[in-house]
C-alpha cells in the first residue's frame, strides 16, 4: 500500500504595495515651537528734580523785644530780592554780628578759631548750603575743598553764615529756592548731581 504525502499548498506572495508600505521608513513629525518674544524693559525712572540755588546775602542781625532771640535776615543777592528771615541763638547772634562786621576779638573765638584751623590744613569753603526746613529748623552743610577733595559736612546755619563770613574772602551763601516758596518742611536733595548752582561754581576762596 502506497502512503500519499499531502502536496504542500505554496503560500500566495504578498502583494508589493504592501511591502513598501510597511518597509518604508515612517518621517518624524516636525513640531513648530512658538517663542514669544522677550518682554520690553520698563524706561529708567525719572531723576529727581534738581534744587535751584539762590545767592544769599546776610541783610541784618538784630534782636526785637520781647524776643531773646535774635533773627537774621538773608536777602537774595538778585531780583525779586526775597527775604529768609530765622531765629538763633544769643551767642551765634553776637559772633555773627561780629564777623559780618569783620570785627576780630582780642583771643580768637571758636568760630575765627576754626577757621584759622581750616587755613593751616589747607581746607577751603566752597559754599555754605541752605538745603531743606524740618519742623522749622534749617538745614545746612558746608561744602569744602580739602586737599583730598571734595567734601560736604552737616551743620547749623548759624555756623555756617559765620565760617563762610570768617573765610578770608567771604564764601557765598546759597539757599534753596524752595525755602523762600514753602513755608513747611523742606526735605533736601540728596543727589551729588545737584553739586553747583545754576549761576555756575561759587567762587573758591584762596
Given at each position: 500500500?502506497?502512503?500519499?504525502?499531502?502536496?504542500?499548498?505554496?503560500?500566495?506572495?504578498?502583494?508589493?504595495?504592501?511591502?513598501?508600505e510597511?518597509?518604508?521608513?515612517?518621517?518624524?513629525?516636525?513640531?513648530?515651537?512658538?517663542?514669544?518674544?522677550?518682554?520690553?524693559?520698563?524706561?529708567?525712572?525719572?531723576?529727581?528734580?534738581?534744587?535751584?540755588?539762590?545767592?544769599?546775602?546776610?541783610?541784618?542781625?538784630?534782636?526785637?523785644?520781647?524776643?531773646?532771640?535774635?533773627?537774621?535776615?538773608?536777602?537774595?543777592?538778585?531780583?525779586?530780592?526775597?527775604?529768609?528771615?530765622?531765629?538763633?541763638?544769643?551767642p551765634?547772634?553776637?559772633?555773627?554780628?561780629?564777623?559780618?562786621?569783620r570785627?576780630?576779638?582780642?583771643?580768637?573765638?571758636?568760630?575765627e578759631?576754626?577757621?584759622?584751623?581750616?587755613?593751616?590744613?589747607?581746607?577751603?569753603?566752597?559754599?555754605?548750603?541752605?538745603?531743606?526746613?524740618?519742623?522749622?529748623?534749617?538745614?545746612?552743610?558746608?561744602?569744602?575743598m580739602?586737599?583730598?577733595?571734595?567734601?560736604?559736612?552737616?551743620?547749623?546755619?548759624?555756623?555756617?553764615?559765620?565760617?563762610?563770613?570768617?573765610?578770608?574772602?567771604?564764601?557765598?551763601?546759597?539757599?534753596?529756592?524752595?525755602?523762600?516758596?514753602?513755608?513747611?518742611?523742606?526735605?533736601?536733595?540728596?543727589?551729588?548731581?545737584a553739586?553747583?548752582?545754576?549761576?555756575?561754581?561759587?567762587?573758591?576762596?584762596?
Amino acid at each position: 500500500m502506497t502512503d500519499v504525502q499531502p502536496e504542500a499548498t505554496a503560500e500566495p506572495a504578498p502583494d508589493a504595495d504592501v511591502i513598501s508600505e510597511t518597509t518604508a521608513p515612517v518621517a518624524e513629525a516636525q513640531v513648530e515651537v512658538e517663542i514669544e518674544p522677550a518682554a520690553p524693559h520698563p524706561p529708567p525712572p525719572p531723576p529727581p528734580p534738581q534744587p535751584v540755588f539762590r545767592v544769599m546775602d546776610v541783610e541784618d542781625v538784630s534782636m526785637d523785644l520781647p524776643s531773646p532771640y535774635p533773627s537774621v535776615t538773608l536777602v537774595e543777592a538778585e531780583p525779586p530780592m526775597r527775604l529768609l528771615v530765622f531765629p538763633v541763638g544769643l551767642p551765634e547772634g553776637t559772633a555773627m554780628a561780629q564777623a559780618l562786621r569783620r570785627m576780630d576779638s582780642r583771643r580768637p573765638m571758636t568760630h575765627e578759631l576754626f577757621m584759622h584751623v581750616l587755613q593751616q590744613v589747607r581746607i577751603d569753603v566752597i559754599a555754605l548750603r541752605l538745603v531743606g526746613r524740618e519742623e522749622g529748623n534749617l538745614l545746612a552743610e558746608l561744602d569744602l575743598m580739602a586737599p583730598a577733595g571734595r567734601v560736604r559736612v552737616d551743620c547749623r546755619p548759624s555756623d555756617g553764615i559765620v565760617l563762610a563770613l570768617r573765610m578770608p574772602v567771604p564764601a557765598p551763601i546759597l539757599a534753596d529756592e524752595r525755602l523762600l516758596e514753602e513755608a513747611g518742611d523742606v526735605v533736601p536733595v540728596t543727589d551729588d548731581a545737584a553739586d553747583d548752582p545754576p549761576d555756575g561754581d561759587p567762587p573758591t576762596a584762596p
